[in-house]
Structures are given as C-alpha cells and as structure tokens.
C-alpha cells in the first residue's frame, strides 16, 4: 500500500485554486486601469504612476518575512485569508482616491495591497508547496497560476460591463467583494494541518545547495527589478505611439491570458519533466526581445506595411498592436513556466519549512519590484518613453549565466539524493 505522506493532497488544495480565482478578478484591469486613470484622469506625473505601482510592492518586500515565519508555524490559510482581506479593503480604499482624485490616498492603498499581497503569496506559496511531493509541485503551482489567468480574464470582461453601466469605483468595489469572498473560502474549507518532520534535507545539506538557491535569488532579483522598469509604462507608451481605445488595448493582453488559464497545469507537469535550466534561459531570453521589440515595433509595422500594401487596410496602429498581442501572448506563457519552475524549486529546498523560504524569496523580490519602477520613471520623465524598454531588454540576457549556475547546482544537489534515496 503507498503511504499516504508520500502523495499529493490535491483535494485540499481545491479551496486554494477557488481562492486564488476570487481575488484574481481584478489583477488585469486594475494593473491596466491605474497608470491610465492616475496619469490621464488624476494628472498624476509619471514619477507618482511609479511610486503608486513601487508602493504596491513596498509592502510586500516588508512583510513577507513576517508572513513567512507565520506560514512556517502552520498558519498559512490564515495568512492568505488576512492578505485577502487586506487587498479588499484596499481596493475600496483606491475606490474613495479615484472618487475624490487623490493621487496621495491612491499611493497609500497600494501600500496597503502589498501588506495583503505579501501574506496572500506567502501563504499560498507554502500551503501548494507543504501539500504536494517534489514530483508535482510545478504542476501544483502551475495550477494556480491557471487559476490566476482564469480570474484576470473573467474579471476583466466582468470589470468593463461594470465600467460600461457605473463607473471605475464601482470596478474596485467589485474586486473588494471578491477578494473578501476569496478569503472566506480558504478558511472555510480547512483540511487538517500537515505535520512535517523538519527542515528539508536539500536546505541542510548547505554547500552546493545553498549557493545555487543563493544565485537563484539574486538573479530572480535582478530580473524582477529590469522587469519592473517599464511595467507602469507598457500601456502608457502603447497609448502613445498607438493610440488605441481602451476596449482595443485592453484586446493585446486577452490570447496570453485565455492560454494561460487552459494550459497552466499542463505546462506545470511539462516543468516538472522538463530541464529546468533551458525553461528559464528560454524565458529571460523571450522577456528581453519583447522589451526590445516593443520599443521597435512602431518602426517595424510601418515597414510591414511598405513592403506589404494589403496590409494598409488594418493601417499602422492596427499592425502593431497585432505584433504586440503576439509578443506578449508567447511571453506570458515563457513567464508562467519559469515561475512554476522557481516556485517548485523553493518548495524542495525548503521542504518542511516552506514559508520560511518563500518569505525570505518574496521579499528579495518586493524590494525589487519597489525599486523598478521608479527607475523607469526617472527614465521615462528625463531619457525617453522607450528607454525603459530598452534598457530592460539589453540587461536581460545578462542574467542567464547566473541563472544557470543556480538551477545547475541545485539540480545537481537534488540528482544526487535521488540517487542515494535508492541505493541499497
């Protein structure tokens, strides 16, 4: 008979997947909606739309380590109960800023979502990675972010017929709703609390180990922070050059979306099969070129169109914004297999003491995402719109080498305990 510690509990993680819808709902729109309401409605300069989405993340670079050590004490559907609760109220907290057009109050409740976001995360991180074995963990984690994708896409057709009948407060009302409801759901179906033995093996071992998650970190880092650069700005700089309604534009995001909510759990169990070293080199490679094909691309639609005349009936603009749906669709799908990579690594070098390890990764990675953005408002405001993307995309194939020696040594590390695990 197989021993029951040694399997996946994926019954338990039913409630985790239907939170993590709930409080998905808004993450498109509202990251969608903010810069073009707090720079076109709100007159907020574009230094203020950085530190609104830096501020976002300020709170989750320092408050995981605390959610951390509350998640390594068993705690963990607390804690993205009290971050589901927490990113509702500040949602209804940007509702009151976008209603009164307070830029100030609009920056101190995405403070408030990255408290939430910071207990939310690391308490889902260490609950999907305690329940299943290291066989499974990327397919775990890429069922979530299925989920994710599922709730961004449903949530944004349900945030525009919202947005059609009322108004955008009554958008951030909705999502305040749901992510209260999100929170409900993991707490109401509770599974018994899985007892562990210790701290993982992998994580004690130290040496090999330890320097590869250390790489791991540092170059997750970096990347973040390049990454982080111009996300304020992609649909500012699409506006700009394009000029696209907001239904139009809100259509270059939809494909990537749609695929990731169906293939998110098959391209976890693809991860989890699959050398992890070539799916984060192909990621980082993928995310650079789009960074410099984005700055490129009004340039290249025009040239399509010169040397294509058919293609004049979708004009210029229409060309373009065909480009980037693609550019980003192949893009969200790299980005989800190399985050279901990551999360599963950490999940096994922290095995038995998740939350602590995913606390201590999340911060790293909030204080990155802090920090991105208001460089690339720097130099959005005193270089040029397209600067972010191209400074973003040159530095992103700097990170593969390091990314290769952490996911070489730790796959290494982990060969080798396979092989002892079955040695008479």
Known sequence: MDDPSKASDWSSLKSVYRSAFYCSLGFFLVSFLLPIVAFGQMGASAMQVALVFSLLTLGYALFSPIAGKAAARGLTRECICAGASVRG?????????????????????????GLGAAFYQVGSDSEISERVVRQNRSEAFGRREA????????????????????????????????????????????????????????????????????????AASIDTFIAELMRPFVELFIISVFNPDIITLARVYLPGGVLSSILGGRMGRLADHSSRVRIVAAAVVVSSSSSLMLAAIPNVAAFLVGIFPPLGVLTEAGVGLLLITVLFTIQSITTMLAYVVISSVFGTAYEGRAGEGFGRFEAALGTARFAGPIAGGVLWDLVSPSAPFVLVGLSGYLLIPLYYVGMKRYERVCRDRSVASCAP
């Open 89 to 113: 109220l500040s949602y209804l907290g940007m509702a009151a800023a976008i209603t009164i057009a307070s830029v100030n109050l609009l920056i101190v409740n995405s403070l408030l979502w």
């Open 147 to 218: 989920a994710n994708a599922k709730g961004s896409v449903i949530g944004a057709f349900a945030g525009f017929i919202i947005l059609i009948y009322f108004d955008i407060p009554a958008v951030f009302l909705f999502y305040a709703a749901m992510n209260l409801l999100g929170g409900f759901v993991v707490i109401w179906h509770r599974p018994p609390t899985k007892v562990h033995a210790g701290l993982s093996s992998y994580v004690s071992v130290g040496g090999a180990v330890a320097t590869g998650i250390a790489a791991l970190v540092v």
